[in-house]
């Protein structure tokens, strides 16, 4: 732990969407996850949906940081389960070393004689190539269940949110299938085991199925298999169609072609006449003869004679064999056929979509190679310095085994995101210190629309202007009838009456200017009102 660097930096987007760095200090156990935990979370995520990946990220930092409390109680034991995790494809190649010689030996020394099948002069090196694989699988089984088995049982509960007793299913799924035999290395393990095991029991031709296994040891064959079993449901589905036609084709065979089946010779000499003799035999034959011969079940059955009497039935058998060549051997073989290369073509992109976003995409920002390096930025470092996806991780279980109090403004900030599933402060399509084309375009958008904006704001301002000085003289006289109107708001009646009567006057055009005004309140306040004489106002 010491001899690695224990501070990270991570990019995230604060409240105001601006880049910023943030640097902390990585906790010991993060450096317990282990690579393989780190390569099942990769996998379980379609690599092409950036969004996703992070969304899942947040969901999986429990199931890290647990894993992380787990190993770090016992170095020793994650230090063993790593190494042996490194031994598995040699221990794995050894094995299929052993039973590519048990076979290489029954190739060269098994005969056929009055006895039957025999090796005598082989027999001996089949058993001890057969003991020697048995030992090397068998050792490396019971190691992993030692030393693997328990963190991947501990993993498997924390994974499915597993806590307390387990019901029968559950313990099933979590000790058995997940945490067992969903391990690769361990299946195949466990497969060539009980391959010898039969061999040596029940016969040899048990060594020859060990073969399979190296399947899992090679990828182009493992490639292979997955496109096979890529999308099941539609190959199950156009095979149940063919197991309809196959049954539809039976049963007018039974009803209406039954003696028409040529005979055929047994393994033991006599002669099979009775192929379609019940429902269930007819659809055995229609099924085993119709597939594999050339012109389809046809060519298994005599034609009707093409006579007077007959000619009705010439006719329907025609077209029973046709429609059976033409719906079986055509396009039924041809819709598997078409059904499987689109499984291998889809594999194969999914393939190279993932293994192209893995090397030419950051998990983080979702910029890719060509991008970074056009912006002036190494790719390569920036997915390992700064963008690095388990930096995020140690991070992210950091603020996890932290208290609120111990923690600062922008950790609070992404500890109430990281709380929320909120991934909107990952800098997705955002770096530090570069600005994108396409941002330039943005703000000069808005410098030019912000000019507009206040050259129209200057426009309204100038004729504002001008309108009030157009009314100025109007405004004076409307704010001196409005003082005058609440000035006289409590005067007596007649006092009131012959004021209102002199501000009629002053409201005429040719009526003198009011310069002051006071109005006398309901406390006696004096109230004096100035104007100015004139001759046409019968007021002073």
Known sequence: YMGKALTRSIDYLNEARNV???SFIVLPECFYLSSKSKMRFLERVEAAQPLRLL???????????EEMDYNIQDPRRFANAKKLSSYAPKAGLISVFFLFMQNFIMLGFTRDDEKGYSMPHGLFGVHFFATLQLLTSGGWIVLWLIICYPTEVAYQKSYKSLKGRLDLWDALNVYVGSSFLAQEDVRAQVFECLCVIAGLTMGDFFFTLGLLSIINYEQRLKFIFKALMLNGRQTLVVCLLGGILIWMFAALTFWYFPHLFVEV???NGAVDRDLCSSLLKCFLS?????FRNTGGIGDLMLAEPYSPGHKSSYFVKVLY???????INIIFLNLIMSVMIGNFARMKKLDESKEYHQENVCFICNLERSRLQTAGEDFDLHKVEFHSLWAYVYFFVKLRKSSERDLNGDEIY???????????FFPINRIRNTVKEEEEDTGSKEILSQLSDLRAEIDGLKNMIALAVQNESGIREAATMSHMAAATAHIEYPEKARLNRKMQYLSTP??????????QSPTRLPMRISIVKSKESPYT
């Open 20 to 22: 910023q760095t943030l």
């Open 55 to 65: 969304e899942n990220l947040l969901r999986q930092i429990d199931v890290f940081a």
């Open 265 to 267: 010779a047994t393994s």
């Open 286 to 290: 229609v099924f085993n003869y119709g």
């Open 321 to 327: 064999d046709f429609g059976f060549f033409a719906l």
């Open 414 to 424: 992404l500890r109430r995101r990281i709380d929320a599933r909120d991934i909107s």
């Open 510 to 519: 040719n009526s003198p200017r009011l310069l002051t005004k006071q109005a």
